[in-house]
């Protein structure tokens, strides 16, 4: 079931390309790996690696033996790779040269054997093929450390997406793509590479999110001829400060993803960038990630516009739970603010293994997205805000429970909430605040130790506070909110003088 119409696969940095016909011989070289190594079809094969050529002839050949690709974050710790791992049950992980020894040896004391994306077979097969209703994709969108949440995609789910996105939006805009977002999640993956790749167009991939490669990208988009980019709001304030703007007038479309853009940073990307075809990206791992947005979005920007559904129906309702059927009187009126629901043919088929998180997200094929926002007079969807306590740190998602599921395990810490703080250039950072059983600069510089063993380098807290208790409801829970609030009244701990006097000692 997989059509290899794909066009060539190029790094602007290292210089390397793959033509198609390139693509498609490192495609059949590696499903005779998988075959060989035993890969069976509906197996899981994890991906450890991301943002580069290799990566995506590893996740083809995944589907052409039949198998479900786990792509993660090659930025995992050994301890949050071992967790996904035993979560997704792989029979294999590929791994490339700059994954570090001890995520190998978690690996295999998860039972899952590695191969290096190097290891190719001389022969070259056709694979056994993958069904509509295959498992494709297991996307991991938190849980690293404790419970592991894996949105489970489809072939069919997968294919809808791709074709609600070209009957939107067409394929000429994206001829040639540029993709500087990680490939192990919805918007870099599915959509903002795929998409247009296996449209038939280009994939320029680069590493993620490196601030040098932003400060000169108007030089990356002319020297490559890309027409189509997509972004989340940090990049843009880097780009918009640091880099000069492209000559050459490549560039046909840009999206904007995970948070909406500002009216004012709207207008100054389409100046920077030479074209006004600039818009919000709608897009959620759940829902095969953009589910909605302008198909021509050369209009006067506003905060938080989005636009219409492609391939998809979205409606604001008053109930912001799954416990109850939808009915019409849910519905907010045009301009009233409500919680968000989707209906869509690239739904997922599901958590990994968590009926009960699925649940709570889907009702009668409707999903609840946690996002606050509005219809207005012409049924385009404008944003206002979410439910949801994930961090937003230029794009990438941090739960605060994994972080506080960390601490947990840390015995000299009684208690713990991690939270959202603004920043300027990131949009979010990590604040947490502490109840330490021993109040010593000694049980904290240990804290801060050990969460640097457990947790990814972009998800550690950037300033602490203490406290006595940790605020709680009247039901025992957390507002992270109302805990943030509390924090900013006091001064934070001096965390670099706090760890210096540990290292001069």
Request: neutral net charge; glycine residues 10%; proline residues 6%.
């Amino acid at each position: 079931m997989i059509d290899l119409h794909c066009g060539s696969l190029e790094e602007p940095i290292s210089g390397r390309r793959w033509s198609r016909e390139d693509v498609a011989r490192e495609i059949g070289r590696r499903v005779a790996r998988l075959e060989a190594r035993g890969v069976a079809p509906r197996d899981r094969v994890l991906l450890a690696f991301g943002n580069r050529i290799e990566f995506f002839a590893e996740l083809l050949a995944t589907w052409k033996a039949g198998a479900c690709a786990v792509p993660i974050d090659a930025r995992l710790t050994a301890f949050e790779v071992e967790t996904l791992a035993r979560a997704a049950k792989p029979s294999l992980a590929v791994v490339d040269e700059a994954t570090p020894q001890e995520v190998v040896a978690a690996l295999a004391a998860a039972g899952v054997p590695c191969v290096a994306t190097t290891e190719v077979a001389g022969d070259v097969s056709v694979g056994a093929g993958c069904h509509l209703d295959d498992d494709a994709l297991v996307l991991f969108t938190s849980g690293s450390t404790g419970d592991p949440k894996g949105v489970v995609h489809t072939h069919r789910s997968l294919r809808a997406r791709w074709a609600a996105l070209r009957d939107n939006l067409g394929t000429r805009d994206f001829a040639r793509s540029l993709c500087l977002l990680p490939t192990h999640f919805g918007h870099g993956l599915i959509c903002n590479s795929l998409f247009p790749w296996l449209s038939g167009g280009d994939l320029l991939i680069t590493p993620p999110f490196r601030p040098d490669l932003v400060m000169r990208l108007g030089a990356l988009l002319d020297d490559n001829d890309v027409s189509f980019m997509s972004s989340v709001p940090p990049i843009w304030k880097l780009a918009l400060r640091m880099s000069k703007p492209p000559r050459r007038g490549t560039l046909r479309r840009v999206h904007c993803g995970s948070a909406p853009l500002s009216a004012a940073t709207w207008e100054e990307i389409r100046g920077w960038t030479g074209t006004r075809r600039v818009g919000n990206a709608y897009g959620i791992t759940e829902t095969g990630s953009w589910v909605a947005g302008l198909a021509d979005p050369d209009v006067p920007a506003e905060d938080g516009l989005i636009g219409e559904g492609w391939g998809a129906v979205v409606r604001v309702m008053r109930r912001g739970d799954t416990e109850e059927p939808l009915t019409a009187a849910d519905a907010c009126a045009p301009g009233e603010q409500g919680y968000v629901w989707l209906d869509t043919p690239a739904l997922m088929r599901g958590y990994l293994g968590r009926q009960d998180l699925t649940a709570r997200a889907v009702r009668d094929g409707w999903f609840l997205t946690g996002d606050i926002g509005l219809l207005d007079e012409r049924g385009r969807l404008l944003l206002r805000g979410r439910e949801r306590d994930e961090i937003n740190k230029g794009g990438m998602k941090i739960h605060p429970a994994d972080i506080d599921a960390v601490v947990e395990r840390f015995g000299r810490a009684s208690d713990s909430c991690t939270f959202a703080l603004p920043d300027p250039l990131y949009g979010e950072s990590v604040g947490i605040a502490v109840v330490m059983t021993d109040p010593g600069d000694g049980a904290l510089r240990e804290l801060h130790a050990w969460l640097r063993r457990h947790v990814a380098a972009h998800a550690m807290p950037s300033r602490w506070w203490t406290l006595d208790a940790i605020p709680r409801t009247s039901r025992g829970k957390i507002n992270r909110d109302a805990v943030r609030t509390a924090c900013e009244k006091i001064d934070a701990l001096d965390l670099p003088a706090i760890l210096g006097r540990g290292e001069a000692t």
